[in-house]
């Protein structure tokens, strides 16, 4: 490459001149297009010839380049030479007669004045990550300079050309089960509630419901029968089989656990306030615990296929392409009707603190309350609300040395994209989830070794988020070839 931009700088030299007294019009660049392909990257463009008019005895060269945010040249493509029809010939005699035709550009065209005429540019280059956000130029040099290498033209063709791959969905972690509440009943409950295919209507005829909801009726009826107790908060989880469109699935999924929060609160008259009803959509790690108690010949291979497609709709492609017809038809006849469900979890106090009193300071004078107190009143918030986010915060600045608070605002701030400061509150910890959730943030700022290395303890540490967290992390940095300096 070198030897043939000396060779050209040559003939430039003998001919020097300025690009108006070259050509006059504009050179127009179009269809450009640059694709990765495994280890490869496929470089495309045309350059539209039709609005010049180049004297016989000029040339432009042409050097398309990938630059750098700095705009340092990262790769130099082939030079590409377009000479009026008097210069082409000289050309030709320069290499043939100084015996330099293996240093011959690949590129020479000779300008047809009058005619439309286009040059497609195809290059393929082994791919390098320091390519991901490189701006494609192209640079027209007319002086031929050597030493000073002035240009008389950049143009710009396209910028931040190569993007990784959007990073995948990680899991956040947020506590609720582990809050200590004062006089709290030990006795809970977690049951199981079923759905028919596509429906979120509660069927008491359906599966095992009837028992389900006769020992839900039965609880309730123990705890309002006391005066002393009262229900603290009901967690309801509602899920749904991994069939079908993952965004219809997750609105399912969301409805299931809301029929079953109506159902209570129409059936016992409960406050609508202290249950939380999530939809967490496909039930993932439920198959994958069903797989793995399962008989199935390719369970391990299937298992792998859960464990390591990020992707929800190539997960399910992969393992139907893998057990084949009548496999899949056992999975969704005899496995996937037990994953259309929902879960909950009551949790009931002895003579609690009314929580309206506790909402009440909290808005006046949240420094009068306990930690307990105000992480009470946070979960009996819809978990996505204002209000929930505001009392974690409220928790997390009077005990900013308290694990819970901090780790349950930190998981607001890293889904609004406040990373940073979720980083500096969860840098004090050391536990495998709030390791997890700093990992994700580091990874969501584009701190990838650091992300990597807090997702590794966390795994470490025992932390099932954190464990697939890395999983998901890991597919993606081998998809894109990202690399860090561990690696």
């Not at 016989?56 to 990938?66: G, R």
Request: net charge neutral.
């Amino acid at each position: 490459m070198k030897n043939i931009l000396f060779l050209i700088i040559c003939l430039f030299t003998l001919y020097p001149s300025k690009a108006q007294n070259i050509y006059s019009g504009n050179l127009d660049f179009t269809d450009y297009s640059i694709r990765k392909l495994d280890n490869m990257m496929d470089i495309r463009f045309t350059i539209v010839l039709n609005n010049i008019h180049l004297s016989s005895d000029k040339m432009i060269m042409l050097i398309p380049s990938l630059i750098n945010e700095e705009g340092d040249k990262l790769l130099n493509i082939d030079t590409i030479i377009i000479a009026g029809k008097t210069r082409a010939k000289y050309i030709e005699r320069f290499f043939t007669l100084n015996n330099k035709i293996a240093n011959k550009p690949e590129h020479i065209y000779v300008r047809n004045n009058g005619h439309d005429q286009k040059i497609e540019i195809y290059k393929l280059v082994e791919f390098d990550d320091r390519y991901y956000n490189s701006s494609l130029i192209v640079d027209e040099s007319v002086s031929g300079c050597a030493k000073c290498d002035l240009l008389e033209n950049r143009y710009m063709i396209e910028s931040e050309v190569l993007t990784p791959s959007p990073l995948p969905n990680f899991n956040l972690s947020f506590i609720i089960s582990d809050i200590q509440y004062e006089k709290r009943i030990s006795k809970e409950l977690d049951a199981k509630l079923s759905f028919k295919l596509n429906q979120s209507d509660i069927s008491k005829d359906f599966a095992n419901n009837r028992h389900e909801l006769t020992v839900v009726d039965s609880l309730i009826s123990e705890i309002n029968a006391d005066k002393e107790y009262a229900i603290e908060f009901i967690n309801i989880t509602g899920y749904a089989s991994p069939e079908g469109y993952v965004t219809n699935n997750l609105h399912l999924s969301k409805n299931r656990a809301k029929a079953f929060a109506n159902y209570l609160t129409e059936k016992y008259k409960l406050d609508r306030n202290k249950i939380l009803a999530r939809g967490k959509g496909e039930d993932w790690t439920g198959l994958r615990n069903l797989i793995l108690k399962s008989d199935l010949k390719s369970k391990h291979e299937i298992i792998n296929i859960i464990d390591n497609t990020p992707d929800a709709d190539a997960r399910k492609n992969k393992i139907k392409v893998l057990v084949g017809n009548k496999v899949y038809e056992k999975l969704l006849k005899q496995y996937y009707p037990l994953l259309r469900r929902n879960t909950y979890c009551f949790r009931y106090t002895e003579s609690p603190t009314s929580i309206e009193d506790i909402k009440n300071k909290l808005k006046t004078d949240p420094g009068s309350l306990s930690l307990n107190s105000i992480l009470i009143a946070a979960k009996s918030y819809d978990q996505d609300s204002a209000e929930a986010q505001k009392a974690y915060s409220i928790a997390a600045s009077l005990s900013p040395k308290d694990e819970i608070p901090n780790l349950n605002i930190s998981a607001y701030e890293i889904e609004t994209g406040n990373t940073d400061q979720a980083i500096n509150r969860l840098k004090v910890f050391n536990t495998a989830e709030t390791l997890n959730n700093l990992g994700v943030a580091y990874l969501l700022k584009g701190l990838y070794q650091d992300g990597e290395e807090s997702l590794t303890k966390s795994a470490e540490a025992g932390s099932i988020n954190g464990k697939t967290n890395l999983n998901l992390y890991k597919s993606w940095k081998k998809k894109n070839r990202i690399k860090s300096e561990n690696d």
